[in-house]
């Protein structure tokens, strides 16, 4: 057997160990020199994928401490992070959970969506533009971010008091007759720059 299909076999072996959380088999591996970052020639999943994946807390911590790298996307453009279904494994790699809706007064059901944000990037800016990235919406319309049930989100330092599961409401301007949502022209007869939002950023 060629170095490189060996090097294959024990790439893939690393991955299978750490779907199943045997971090015996993981710490062997990986102590051995197999390549933590390697990736799947087909999915693109790296071992940290698979153990977010199946939720190992245990391995995930473990992998991140021998270098593996959270920011590795799959084939199909996913992080390790969105792969995991526990607060607890999102904490570790570094991302707050948030859950984001647009204010609606007149909807009788306006669910929450859950958003991550880096930990290394609370700041008013990457927050206003992770809600509008998850939301669809410019952010020439957002008038103001509020974290239920009223406190309004101004400065950086107030993102970054933000607790995980924390709920906040994204306020929009009225707008008579004008859709706010970014996929659409129109907006040629007021100009898009908000002065409030932007005085709001510093």
Request: with cysteine.
């Amino acid at each position: 057997m060629s170095t490189t299909s060996l090097d294959k076999e024990l790439q893939e072996r690393l991955r299978e160990a750490s779907a199943i959380g045997d971090i015996d088999e993981v710490r062997t591996l990986v102590e051995s020199g197999v390549n933590v970052n390697s990736q799947n020639e087909i999915n693109g999943w790296t071992c940290l994928h698979w153990a977010c994946k199946r939720n190992h807390k245990h391995i995930v911590s473990y992998l991140l401490s021998c270098g593996a790298d959270k920011e590795i996307l799959t084939a199909k453009d996913e992080l390790a992070s969105q792969l995991t279904s526990k607060p607890e494994i999102k904490r570790l790699l570094g991302e707050l959970v948030l859950k984001v809706r647009i204010q609606n007064p007149n909807a009788r059901e306006n669910d929450f969506i859950e958003v991550e944000l880096d930990r290394q990037e609370l700041t008013y800016r990457s927050l206003l533009r992770v809600c509008c990235r998850e939301l669809d919406i410019s952010a020439a319309h957002v008038e103001k971010i509020r974290k239920l049930p009223n406190t309004m989100l101004r400065k950086d330092k107030d993102v970054a008091r933000l607790q995980d599961f924390q709920e906040l409401e994204v306020v929009l301007e009225k707008a008579e007759g004008l859709s706010l949502f970014s996929g659409t022209g129109g907006l040629t007869d007021r100009p898009c720059y908000n002065m409030k939002a932007s005085r709001l950023t510093y």
